[in-house]
């Protein structure tokens, strides 16, 4: 029953939540034992406490399976349709292609940090966890995480201001951003938000 459950409603190296499988008439300590169950058949694989996933029938080289990325991001930046969270720092500029340096602890901001700064462990990966400035939501986050940067961008770029200035203006025409979305939040940010704001003369490119 299990099985064909999360086949129907689960893609292939796709995270799954143990706490967000809810079947009728089964409690919590039948579901962890059907969980398990599943592992030892070798229909799904544990990747973390309570986090599992389908391994894909894939045997192609280089298929890695569910990454710490993809966990990271369903557990703490969107999953089901809901946003609560995205990546910030390094992470974030490495996103961009802004450093080349690839991060060992990724940096989110999240709704479900559970306090202003904590760092945690998810399959061996650091994960450092920040409360947002605001509740974030989908029509938010990209104004969020886009201040966020801007506040400390300096320390995370290797790249010289020009091409820095150029490709946040490329980030901010693609995700919309308008003037009214950066008035609504920016007084919640540090006053250098402003200055490298205007520094960076992004100030132009808003809708």
């Known amino acids: 029953m299990l099985y064909e459950y999360l086949i129907r409603n689960y893609k292939p190296d796709e995270p799954i939540f143990l706490a967000d499988i809810k079947l009728p008439d089964v409690n919590d300590n039948t579901l962890r034992q ?26 192609l080289k280089g298929s890695t399976g569910l990454t710490p990325e993809v966990a990271a991001s369903y557990k703490y ?11 910030s720092g390094f992470t974030f500029s490495n996103m961009l292609g802004l450093t ?26 650091k994960i450092a966890l920040r409360r947002p400035r ?9 104004v969020l995480q886009f201040l966020d ?23 901010v025409e693609s995700s ?11 007084s919640l940010f540090p006053e250098k938000v402003y200055k490298n704001f205007y520094d960076l003369r992004l100030y132009d490119v808003l809708a």
């Open 134 to 142: 605001a509740e974030v939501t989908g029509k938010n986050r990209r």
């Open 34 to 59: 059907m969980f398990k169950k599943l592992c030892d058949a070798e229909k799904i694989k544990r990747f973390d406490t309570g986090i599992y996933y389908l391994p894909s029938q894939s045997r």
């Open 176 to 186: 919309g951003i308008t003037k009214e979305d950066v008035d609504c939040y920016i």
């Open 100 to 125: 080349m340096q690839v991060p060992y602890t990724m940096e989110i901001v999240s709704n479900s940090a559970g306090g202003n700064f904590r760092v945690v462990s998810l399959a061996g990966r």
């Open 77 to 87: 930046i969107e999953r089901g349709g809901k946003i609560e969270g995205y990546f």
């Open 149 to 171: 940067f801007l506040k400390d961008y300096e320390e995370y770029v290797d790249d010289d201001p020009e091409k820095v200035s150029a490709r946040l203006a490329k980030l």
